[in-house]
């Protein structure tokens, strides 16, 4: 049930520099009422781009920090936790591709076990001085769902593929840390996110880039595989809410209400490229690049949320529907070059572009 609203003063997100953490960061400064310090705790991996928060560092100075440091590296994060007198944590940092887990399940393991129980760790150990652990996890920790039904807070675990595993690992040391050791923990489980700033190897930012370019658009099996799209903005008020409101201890699920098969994002894609770039050239649509590729191992059925306990108990509602947020999200990637640019000129190289990997 909800409580009155907490104020933290120096609040560390671990990943900041990420899809999410990122725009989680923008939403705190630019769309609440925080007013304390984000030190932002992020390893600058093939996925993290400190650029992403260039404008929110020169708008509000020493109220944002860059901590360049692995959740792995546990004299690290209580080195932060000291030199920042950090109270709360809110904990994006994860390994988070499922292709990449299958190719290197290892990685998946350290960071997201590992290094959750390092944080979980730092915070114990803070004492009274600290007030609060937020745990951002996935609605891939449940499965897989057939036609019918919704995960919900009550649903049991049963994890599929190894990032799966190690996400639900971590949710469990989450709640182990609160039951055993009293810690002030919250825990959010999304649905799938998609917006500005998320690495070209997910679904939605991939083929918008590759039908742009006129390349191959590799669809997994039939493409009847079916996901909740949740807008990262509606995810990020969703998180704040629960990291000031919720009770200690409490779970809550975050969707979007808006169920597609991964086809047809694919060719809403296709038709919003079309619409904004013109036809390929010889007139063909876009929708002519889509190429059936073999499915992915252990590839679960359906996602979908029910959310119906985050709205009854905060009156938090989405406000990004399908149509509206896919077509905002297709034009902020034709018109941020730069961006994508930056991000996909490392070693990466849109490794994802020969492991056909969408979520």
Request: one cysteine or more; a negative charge.
């Amino acid at each position: 049930m909800p409580m009155k609203n907490r104020k933290f003063s120096n609040l560390l997100v671990t990943g900041g520099a990420g899809f999410i953490g990122s725009n989680f960061i923008r939403h705190l400064f630019e769309k609440t009422d925080f007013g304390g310090r984000v030190v932002n705790y992020d390893a600058l991996t093939y996925a993290g781009n400190p650029h992403s928060l260039d404008d929110v560092a020169a708008r509000f100075g020493d109220r944002y920090v860059l901590v360049h440091a692995d959740i792995r590296d546990r004299d690290a994060i209580r080195k932060a936790m000291r030199d920042f007198s950090i109270d709360a944590i809110c904990h994006f940092a994860a390994e988070s591709h499922v292709d990449r887990s299958i190719v290197s399940p290892g990685d998946f393991v350290e960071t997201n076990i590992v290094g959750t129980f390092n944080l979980l760790q730092a915070a114990r150990e803070a004492g009274d001085a600290f007030s609060r652990f937020h745990h951002v996890s996935t609605d891939e920790v449940f499965g897989s769902l057939g036609p019918d039904g919704f995960f919900s807070e009550t649903t049991p675990y049963s994890p599929h593929s190894p990032y799966s595993a190690s996400k639900a690992s971590s949710d469990h040391l989450v709640r182990a840390f609160h039951d055993t050791y009293g810690l002030d923990t919250t825990i959010s489980n999304c649905s799938n996110n998609y917006g500005p700033y998320q690495f070209p190897e997910k679904l939605i930012p991939l083929m918008i880039l590759n039908a742009r370019e006129g390349k191959p658009l590799p669809v997994y099996g039939a493409g009847l595989n079916v996901r909740d799209w949740l807008h990262v903005e509606d995810h990020c008020a969703a998180i704040w809410t629960v990291m000031t409101q919720a009770e200690s201890g409490s779970t809550y699920c975050v969707g979007g209400r808006s169920e597609l098969t991964n086809i047809d994002v694919v060719k809403r894609i296709c038709a919003l490229v079309d619409r904004f770039c013109g036809p390929l050239p010889g007139g063909a649509p876009r929708e002519s690049l889509i190429t059936h590729v073999a499915d992915r191992l252990g590839h679960d059925l359906r996602y979908a949320i029910d959310c119906s306990k985050l709205e009854r108990d905060f009156g938090w509602r989405q406000t990004h529907t399908a149509d509206s947020g896919f077509e905002e999200t297709v034009k902020w990637y034709l018109e941020n070059t730069a961006w994508v640019d930056s991000v996909r000129s490392g070693e990466y190289r849109r490794w994802i572009e020969t492991q056909y990997g969408n979520r």
